[in-house]
């Protein structure tokens, strides 16, 4: 026996390093909505973001990783571009299918292994977004993922299908310091895609089902881990989304919410680590998200952590960032003797300029400054010199709680620059001119503040680049069934005067050409997944067209036949399409939608450049003009009440008086003008 102890010592020291072996870490780099801020993070945070200061972050965290024996994976869960002016230099670089997309030059020299498709990757339209893709190829290869959505209905989309650069998973395999292993990454993108972007012919489908139906084929394929990465718009989604996930997801990683989230609890990294990798911190004047919807009362941690379980009864922790290239999020997966579990360390790091943050400030990465950044710099400074006119009053956007819940000045200019373009254009493409015009508060962006008003205004305001549209004949029933659509989502809040939104109430019509009443104690408009009725709208009151009485306290007037009077509607494609439920509405009792019972023409002309035409027409030369002297209606920064847009019951004086005077004196005003 004295002869095999020895043999059994060098057996059991083998199986211990065996073991030992089997652990590993796989780190995840990530983050969402970018949303074309290539230059910094904001206009008075400049020294922050920045995708080249982002690229040398990225790089630098991943090489540190992949030197202590982590896998690294980088994804990108979504919203890469959004219209403005920074993608604007990108459309304006050349025709169709010659132009130089910066934002995806980046992406590709950053080199993500995947990157999701997110709502704004629509918004221009299907084409767009395969030029876009192509652009994406330039350096290093990006897959584009998306299980849910159907693609082959769009040709120019179909055909980045069928060469590989869309796919609704992909499995990556990493070297980890226990050999190299297979993860398997799933997208998603949301299903509100009809209703808050321009996806064409793009099907889309639930994602459960497909998410189901990819941790099938990846367990099948025998992959190592399987993550999913989502652009689903909140993380009150993806968390309820878990509940019906078969098992096998030990990690999601979201955008779309645009939600910061922090370890406060994380530990130190080893103290070899770069200070740009194991500092924390976040950006000044961001704070840790407060949870909202089903993760009101959730503690707010990277990554979450919250109740639900998958069907198999497993929690799956959800990553995000905030956007706007500030934040890169790093999540590791340690794996201890087969157990999946999260490194402590894990948490997002703060994108800063190594001259604001001498400690873990980054320089930005010369290449993507040079290839992404100065174009777009160059571009930009171009639109702010051009000086179209001035304002004497803050032109009111507002935020979410005013221009989706109540007329501004900014919404009469704009919906007002709309109608005058659809006028002019109509003849030439073969049109009715129309008479009315509604564009959606969503779409409007920014303030324009008192001074001057330039032309990279126009972009900030209206910066989806969507296109003038006219709807013909449209009957006042189905008219009044739009607006009903417009103003279904406003509720009272005794907290506020007037109108407060509930949700996401991009939908809200500012109005030109004519006038409206709602009663916002009344039913809203309801629909159901399919887009069909549920809850017919009451709201609507009172409609007047052109200075005419059409319906007066819920009564058709002036011989009118609410189901064969027409009138032609001006507004944007993004409506026409279906966006935000309009045209899209189901007639009540059938699947028939308006949008196919009239259909639509686009006119040639962008709502910014509508925007800028309209105030070149107000000036007439004249860059010293102020906007706010032309109208009333553009007087006023905004207004409770009265004017295009009236809702009843009214709210109180002393209301108005308990939030300030500016709201006071347009009430007030347009109490008088009434």
Do not use: C
């Amino acid at each position: 026996m004295s002869s095999m102890r020895p043999l059994l010592i060098v057996i059991a020291g083998l199986l211990a390093s065996a073991a030992w072996a089997q652990d590993y870490s796989i780190t995840f780099l990530h983050n969402n909505d970018g949303e074309s801020k290539l230059t910094g993070y904001s206009d008075s945070l400049a020294a922050y973001g920045g995708v080249a200061r982002f690229a040398t972050l990225l790089d630098t965290t991943r090489t540190f990783y992949e030197n202590r024996g982590h896998g690294v994976v980088a994804v990108y869960a979504g919203d890469t571009f959004l219209a403005g002016p920074q993608f604007q230099a990108s459309l304006d670089s050349g025709v169709a299918g010659s132009r130089t997309f910066y934002d995806a030059l980046a992406i590709s020299r950053i080199g993500y292994d995947a990157s999701i498709l997110g709502n704004h990757e629509f918004d221009f339209g299907p084409d767009v977004l395969a030029e876009f893709i192509d652009d994406a190829q330039t350096s290093n290869p990006t897959t584009y993922l998306s299980a849910n959505l159907d693609f082959s209905n769009e040709p120019a989309l179909a055909a980045r299908v069928a060469s590989g650069l869309i796919a609704p998973s992909k499995v990556v395999t990493v070297a980890t310091s226990a050999g190299d292993k297979r993860v398997g990454i799933i997208g998603v993108t949301t299903e509100t895609l009809p209703f808050v972007s321009s996806p064409g012919a793009v099907g889309i489908n639930s994602v459960a089902t497909a998410v189901n139906g990819q941790i099938a084929a990846l367990k099948a394929a025998s992959v190592d881990h399987i993550v999913l990465a989502s652009h689903l718009q909140g993380l009150a989604t993806d968390s309820d989304l878990i509940a019906n996930l078969d098992s096998g997801v030990e990690l999601i990683i979201a955008g779309g919410g645009d939600e910061i989230l922090v370890n406060s609890a994380a530990s130190p990294l080893p103290t070899n680590a770069p200070a740009t990798v194991a500092s924390t911190g976040l950006i000044p004047g961001d704070t840790a998200a407060a949870l909202s919807g089903s993760l009101t009362g959730v503690t707010n941690t990277y990554p979450l952590r919250t109740s639900a379980t998958d069907r198999g009864g497993r929690q799956i922790p959800i990553a995000t960032t905030g956007g706007n290239y500030g934040y890169l999020g790093q999540v590791t997966l340690q794996v201890t003797n087969g157990a999946v579990s999260i490194d402590a360390s894990s948490n997002p790091q703060r994108v800063a300029a190594a001259t604001e943050d001498q400690t873990a400030g980054v320089i930005a990465n010369a290449t993507v400054q040079a290839e992404s950044v100065a174009p777009v710099e160059t571009f930009v400074s171009g639109l702010a010199a051009n000086v179209l006119a001035t304002t004497s009053v803050q032109l009111r956007q507002g935020g979410s709680g005013v221009i989706r819940s109540r007329e501004t000045n900014l919404g009469n200019l704009v919906a007002d620059g709309v109608l005058r373009a659809a006028q002019q254009r109509a003849a030439g493409f073969g049109v009715d001119a129309p008479v009315i015009a509604l564009v959606n508060g969503g779409g409007i962006r920014a303030n324009v503040d008192v001074g001057n008003f330039t032309q990279l205004s126009t972009f900030s305001v209206s910066p989806f680049g969507n296109f003038v549209s006219v709807v013909e004949d449209v009957s006042l029933a189905d008219l009044k069934l739009l607006l009903e659509n417009a103003y279904s989502k406003t509720s009272d809040d005794p907290n506020t005067p007037g109108i407060a939104p509930v949700g996401t109430n991009g939908r809200f019509a500012q109005i030109a050409g004519m006038e409206v009443t709602y009663d916002i104690t009344r039913a809203g408009l309801a629909f159901d997944s399919l887009g069909t009725i549920t809850t017919p709208g009451q709201r609507v009151t009172d409609i007047s067209i052109g200075g005419t009485a059409y319906l007066v306290a819920d009564t058709w007037v002036n011989g009118v036949d609410p189901a064969t009077t027409t009138v032609d509607v001006a507004t944007l494609g993004f409506l026409a399409g279906g966006g935000d439920q309009y045209f899209r509405t189901a007639v009540s009792g059938t699947s028939t939608y308006l949008s196919q019972l009239y259909g639509f023409t686009t006119l040639g002309v962008t709502d910014h450049n509508a925007l800028r035409e309209f105030v070149d027409y107000l000036a007439a030369g004249n860059s010293g003009f102020d906007i706010a002297s032309a109208s009333p209606d553009y007087a006023l920064p905004e207004s409770v009440t009265g004017g295009r847009i009236s809702v009843v019951p009214e709210p109180t004086l002393a209301g108005l008086l308990g939030v300030g005077s500016i709201a006071a004196a347009a009430w007030l005003s347009r109490r008088t003008r009434r």
